[in-house]
């Protein structure tokens, strides 16, 4: 199975709703990322929060890290319907000296 | 700044056939590296390449190749072609390494092997 993990696969939310998504991850890490893809396109960078690091904040999103628990959370307060997209945790492993993607979870906000 | 660029957009080939992608990265930018997104296996790592040194692969066939530029463009090759190839190649350049820095994605080749 892959390094990190997201759940839950797919979220439905109205629009103005937070919308929380977790990443697990199994061996040590160095930093851990946060991703969003729009349909079909390339995919955009949101947070990179180290090891060292608790929380991060950037706009609308909200980063966690507990790396006693080998999990992170993303939250998008007050969603838009432009948040519609893919969301993937990345993780930079202490072993691997690369960037592995978890499985995405799909959020659909509804207008 | 330009973003990173990936030609062609689509690409349709048939099995047994090669093909190339092109990657140009942000400017400034050295590290490139690339990934194969399928609906079932996800976000794969393919390779990475700094300074036209490959410094990481991942558990891909000896068909997947790619090479880096003294520009920093990148160039991937698949041989042999596929129907499991069919997916979308995208390539990110980050200004350190891959995984300490963020990384700058294209938007893809679509890959269709027929």
């Known amino acids: 199975s892959q390094q990190g993990e997201e759940d839950p696969q797919a979220l439905s939310i109205q629009e103005g709703e937070n919308a929380t998504m977790n990443c697990s991850y199994k061996?040590?890490?160095?930093?851990l990322q946060w991703y969003r893809q729009n349909s079909g396109r390339g995919l955009v960078h949101l947070i990179l929060?180290?090891?060292?690091?608790r929380e991060k904040h950037s706009g609308r999103l909200r980063v966690t890290l507990d790396t006693s628990k080998k999990s992170s959370s993303l939250l998008i307060t007050a969603s838009r319907a432009a948040d519609t997209a893919s969301y993937f945790c990345?993780?930079?492993?202490?072993?691997?000296?690369?960037?592995?993607f978890g499985g995405g979870t799909r959020v659909l906000v509804k207008p | 700044k330009a973003g990173v660029t990936q030609t062609p957009r689509y690409l349709i080939k048939t099995r047994g056939q090669q093909v190339t992608l092109s990657c140009s990265p942000i400017?400034?930018?050295?590290?490139v590296s690339w990934y194969q997104q399928t609906p079932g296996q996800g976000l794969q790592f393919l390779f990475e390449?700094?300074?036209?040194?490959?410094?990481n692969k991942g558990n891909f066939p000896g068909r997947f190749s790619g090479r880096q530029f003294s520009n920093s463009r990148s160039e991937m090759n698949v041989s042999t072609l596929e129907l499991g190839d069919s997916a979308l190649y995208l390539c990110?350049?980050?200004?350190?390494?891959?995984?300490?820095?963020?990384?700058?994605f294209g938007n893809g080749t679509r890959l269709t092997v027929t």
């Open positions: 990110a350049s980050s200004l350190g390494a891959m995984s300490r820095s963020p990384l700058h």
């Open positions: 061996t040590s890490i160095n930093n």
């Open positions: 929060i180290r090891s060292n690091e």
């Open positions: 990345a993780t930079d492993t202490v072993a691997g000296n690369k960037l592995t």
């Open positions: 400017s400034g930018h050295r590290s």
């Open positions: 390449y700094f300074s036209e040194t490959q410094r």
